[in-house]
């Protein structure tokens, strides 16, 4: 207490001395933390609310349940927290991943888990609003609902023969009024226990798949009209806000489930919005009429890695460094500035099996949201900003926080910061097979513009490719041109099923008819370029066509960022 009392103190004199003098340009500067994934103990979350309250935030959403374990006692419905409060292993990948996937109790050995009374949380939200933050907390619906089902089968949709359950899905029967009764029972329970005024509904991701097959949800369907199951999503959303707003809360959804939600209605409604995807949807969204708070995943998801993944501990994936979360511009969103209530980090917990990393992954990050959110266009230069999260983290780390170490940061991949001079730059490509759709960078030009990817695949830069043979590429450089060497990189992560190549050729020719293969070698990575891999084709000869071909291992995918000749 005594530490939590000094970090109070030093931080609220340090870190938001300034923030503190002007109105917030923002009413939400939220931090979420998913403690269904991973548990963590109220005293955990006492520390950050310290925090989290100094730097500017002001909403500490809690996401409480999710496949990874019920976590709020609720006293009408024991069986929730009873049944699937541990499982079998922390170990995310094992677990979920591996497809353990069982529950487990206290008892189990190597049970792993908790939840949190109601007496914890009426304690940690006066504790939260004694320090200006208000607790969101968050009950998912109707999808990354499986430990729901699991506690309570009959919540499930019906196999086709109308007798039997359908396996579990993880998504609510929206067909079945037990499902209802649940929500209303649980609801009841977290209203009363959260003074909030936004109750959060989840919506998302739900798969809708077992809908389509249950005899419940196509009678339900066709009695209110719908012209698909998918749409007994929306119906769910809006009959629970309603019923929540009914009982004078507002409701919040994650964007998929907008559809469905109340909007404005000129009574008290004002329902919104959280974007965690881009912020193209933040705009469609605000065009229609809700207020929405911004959260979009590639500037607020914490669980990304915050340095080049290779000298990072587990994370989700991506990359999402201090600079690029400070780039977030909810100001440039030019719907009516009043519907964009502020922003948010989320700190999901797959790959955040301790407090440490917890606090690891949030601090500095959570202070470019905060100061976003306080200060919105008249924030700090990002120069000015760097310096004192900087400051912050050596502070914090003093305070017992585990921060991360920015000054040791290793930063983008140089190669990524500026264009790339070179002789292929601008050629013609001509693609003998596709690149993935789903990873298309820049398209036909994305490997000769010049620009080179950062330490994620899905940064816009890599293209990718899949199947056998997957890249054959043939590079047109205009006219014959004396080439000394070309060079490719290829990234290798084989946590997300990346690999380098199993065969590589490049064969050029003058005429574009006859090819002449050309012998490689591989240069191994340095610590500075980690798991991106440069091969080298020595030329010193004159060419007009390159033909690159690569294949990767089966069931791999090949990422490549730039075909470069010098
Ligand atoms: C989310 O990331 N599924 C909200
Ligand atoms: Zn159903």
Avoid at 245 to 273: F, H, I, Q, S, Y
């Amino acid at each position: 207490m005594l530490r939590s009392t000094l970090t109070a103190l030093f931080l609220a004199a340090s870190l938001s001395a300034s923030a503190q003098q002007a109105q917030p340009a923002y009413a939400w500067r939220g931090c979420m933390i998913d403690v269904s994934r991973h548990f963590f103990a109220p005293s955990f979350l006492q520390r950050q609310i310290d925090v989290l309250s100094a730097a500017g935030i002001n909403r500490l959403h809690l996401h409480l349940t999710d496949a990874g374990g019920w976590r709020i006692e609720i006293k009408s419905r024991p069986l929730l927290t009873a049944l699937t409060a541990w499982r079998t292993q922390s170990d995310w990948d094992a677990w979920w991943v591996g497809g353990d996937r069982q529950y487990a109790t206290p008892t189990t050995p190597r049970a792993y888990g908790g939840y949190y009374t109601q007496n914890e949380l009426q304690e940690l939200v006066a504790y939260a609003r004694a320090r200006g933050i208000s607790i969101v907390p968050e009950i998912e619906m109707p999808g990354h609902s499986e430990e729901v089902l699991t506690a309570y089968p009959t919540l499930r949709c019906l196999q086709p023969d109308s007798a039997t359950l359908a396996p579990n899905t993880g998504d609510l029967c929206p067909s079945a009024e037990e499902t209802y009764a649940l929500l209303r029972d649980v609801l009841e329970e977290v209203m009363a226990v959260f003074p909030s005024e936004y109750i959060h509904i989840g919506g998302d991701e739900a798969n809708r798949t077992a809908w389509r097959n249950c005899p419940r949800c196509q009678a339900k369907a066709k009695a209110l009209g719908l012209s698909s199951t998918d749409d007994l999503q929306a119906y769910l959303i809006g009959r629970v806000a309603r019923w929540v707003n009914a009982r004078g809360r507002r409701v919040l959804v994650w964007d998929e489930a907008a559809k469905g939600l109340p909007v404005d209605d000129g009574a008290d409604t004002k329902n919104a919005v959280m974007v965690w995807h881009g912020t193209d949807v933040a705009e469609r969204l605000l065009a229609q009429g809700y207020d929405v708070i911004l959260t979009p995943a590639d500037f607020c998801y914490l669980d990304y890695y915050q340095d080049a993944p290779h000298t990072q501990p587990r994370a989700f994936g991506g990359y999402l460094p201090l600079r690029k979360v400070y780039a977030l511009r909810p100001e440039s969103l030019k719907a009516d500035k009043g519907k964009v209530l502020g922003v948010q980090g989320n700190l999901w917990t797959e790959y955040v099996p301790t407090e440490a990393q917890a606090e690891y992954m949030l601090y500095p990050r959570i202070l470019a949201i905060a100061e976003i959110g306080m200060k919105g266009a008249r924030r700090r230069s990002w120069k000015r900003f760097r310096r004192y999260g900087t400051e912050q983290c050596i502070e914090l780390q003093r305070q017992g926080i585990n921060a991360f170490n920015l000054q040791s940061e290793t930063g983008q991949r140089a190669e990524s910061c500026s264009p790339l001079k070179h002789k292929a730059r601008g050629a013609m490509v001509a693609y003998h097979r596709p690149y993935s759709k789903y990873y298309p960078a820049g398209g036909d030009v994305a490997l000769t513009d010049g620009l080179r990817g950062d330490w994620t695949h899905t940064d816009g830069r890599w293209q990718g490719f899949y199947g056998k043979e997957a890249l054959d590429i043939t590079l047109d450089l205009g006219r014959q041109q004396h080439l000394r060497n070309l060079s490719a990189d290829f990234m290798e992560n084989l946590g997300a099923d990346i690999a380098l190549p199993e065969t590589l050729t490049l064969s050029v020719s003058a005429d574009g008819r006859s090819f002449q293969e050309i012998s490689k070698s591989r240069l191994q990575p340095t610590k500075a370029s980690g798991p991106i891999h440069r091969y080298l084709w020595n030329l010193n000869a004159p060419a007009r066509y390159l033909r690159l071909q690569a294949a990767p291992p089966a069931g791999k995918w090949l990422f490549t960022d730039e075909i470069v000749a010098q």
